[in-house]
């Protein structure tokens, strides 16, 4: 399930410091001739049926020989997968490119670790740009595969990225220490231009270590990591490239407990609102034009780092804690509206592009989540936070649920199940030989990773 990061960014600086200008943009060819399945390395595609409710096409790794799939994204009309390359003792990687309706290769890339982190860093933004810092050496077409230059625009391993205002922003260390951070920006090709000749990229070396940022429009709010020594939190503007406020309002000893989120007004009047959780357990609402603090509202919750994201879906604002459960508040005076138990964000809320944040799974008002390891529950946000349906499985849950079209798909254990999304009535359930480990859907169905060997594409029941 493929979720944009924000879009601007003419020149980071830190403390009023310009990053210093390192290299240009152009366009290279693309890293290998396109082809489908066989004609390449690494798994082998089986087409299926058209029909509803039948496998589409599979991309799998048969007998330790052709290489296994490792991690996988949906990103409009293409799937993406990583995976390693044949061999029983691979040492070299791949990422291809597939078309969403048949499964044939747009491009690969053949140059990628064997092996990454199970949810790795990537995303697509604008449509059509893939930023994988752990897996690709620059940002590249995600239709056509074209590189563009310069290669490595992050230096080592980078801990997040986010695109605010055509730029991207990466955070990692300086490919020698893992101490020393560096924020690296480069500017973004705009509207429908394919060259990004004449863009700069800038970089901050040793900088703070912070988590990953809310972004509206041109502005970041960073806020620092866990046992950070500059304890600010502050605003980044893009398009100045200077901090033009700093939040004072969780004190001198004060600290953020999660990445911070960014909450549009219920209304659509007023501006954003950036939200972040204190560790006195305070949620402060921050107005994004002036850092002024517009609510301060105690939640008696018990937060910790890792276990607890916000986010907001519908209108309203959401607060997941493990422990304690999914909390729906507004997102004009922080006040909770509704609360239900929850199984935790690992399979309740899955990765946003970037990394260091979790969003929901919510469409069309309806959010779901797991309410305990084997029960899913889908909530109304439009009316007050009402259950509308459950569903249980005998298996222990591993994965978010994914929405395609007015379609639910949940799986547990070697099962998927399809449930009309405000219904909850099961149209269709697929059996299988192994856990679903990644799950993904769109209009046409559901996309699977079955084990670490096969990617699945289903037609919708």
Not at 53 to 60: A, F, H, I, P, V
Request: aromatic letters at 6%.
């Amino acid at each position: 399930m493929a979720l944009e990061v924000s879009d601007t960014l003419e020149a980071v600086t830190t403390g009023g410091a310009t990053l210093t200008s390192l290299a240009v943009w152009a366009v290279v060819r693309a890293p290998t001739t396109p082809g489908t399945g066989g004609e390449q390395d690494g798994p082998v595609l089986k087409t299926g049926s058209k029909r509803p409710g039948r496998e589409r096409w599979k991309l799998s790794g048969q007998d330790g020989t052709t290489g296994d799939v490792t991690s996988a994204l949906l990103a409009g009309d293409t799937v993406l997968m990583h995976g390693a390359k044949p061999g029983p003792a691979a040492t070299q990687g791949l990422v291809r490119a597939v078309v969403a309706t048949d499964g044939t290769s747009h491009w690969q890339y053949d140059k990628a670790p064997a092996s990454a982190a199970l949810e790795p860093l990537w995303g697509v933004t604008r449509g059509r740009l893939l930023i994988a810092p752990e897996l690709l050496d620059r940002v590249y077409e995600v239709r056509t595969g074209d590189p563009r230059q310069p290669e490595r625009p992050w230096r080592g391993t980078v801990k997040w990225f986010a695109v605010p205002g055509g730029r991207l922003l990466t955070l990692g260390d300086d490919g020698e220490s893992t101490d020393d951070r560096v924020l690296r920006s480069l500017t973004l090709p705009s509207g429908g231009s394919r060259s990004l000749e004449g863009a700069r990229i800038h970089e901050k070396e040793k900088t703070r270590d912070w988590r990953a940022p809310a972004v509206s429009g041109s502005r970041l709010l960073l806020v620092p990591d866990t046992g950070a020594l500059d304890p600010r939190v502050f605003c980044l503007d893009a398009a100045t490239g200077r901090e033009p406020w700093s939040y004072t309002g969780l004190g001198k000893a004060g600290q953020p407990q999660i990445a911070p989120v960014t909450l549009p007004t219920p209304d659509g009047r007023g501006g954003d609102r950036f939200a972040l959780l204190s560790d006195t357990d305070e949620l402060h609402l921050v107005d994004v034009r002036t850092g002024d603090r517009l609510r301060n509202e105690p939640l008696s919750i018990t937060a910790g780092n890792g276990a607890t994201a916000l986010a907001h879906a519908s209108r309203t604002g959401l607060l997941l804690v493990a422990g304690e459960g999914l909390i729906g508040f507004s997102p004009d005076s922080g006040k909770r509206l509704w609360s239900h138990p929850t199984a935790g964000l690992d399979t309740s809320w899955p990765p946003l592009p970037g990394g260091g944040r979790r969003g929901p799974v919510a469409r069309d008002g309806v959010l779901l989540d797991w309410l305990d390891a084997r029960t899913l529950q889908a909530v109304d946000l439009a009316d007050g936070g009402r259950q509308l349906w459950l569903t249980s499985f005998d298996a222990i849950a591993r994965c978010p649920p994914a929405i395609g079209g007015d379609m639910a798909y949940v799986t547990a254990g070697q099962v998927c199940r399809a449930l009309g999304l405000r219904t909850g009535r099961v149209p269709k359930e697929w059996p299988g030989d192994e856990a679903v480990t990644w799950l993904a859907a769109d209009d046409r169905g559901w996309y699977a990773m079955v084990g670490t060997s096969s990617l699945h594409a289903v037609n919708a029941p």
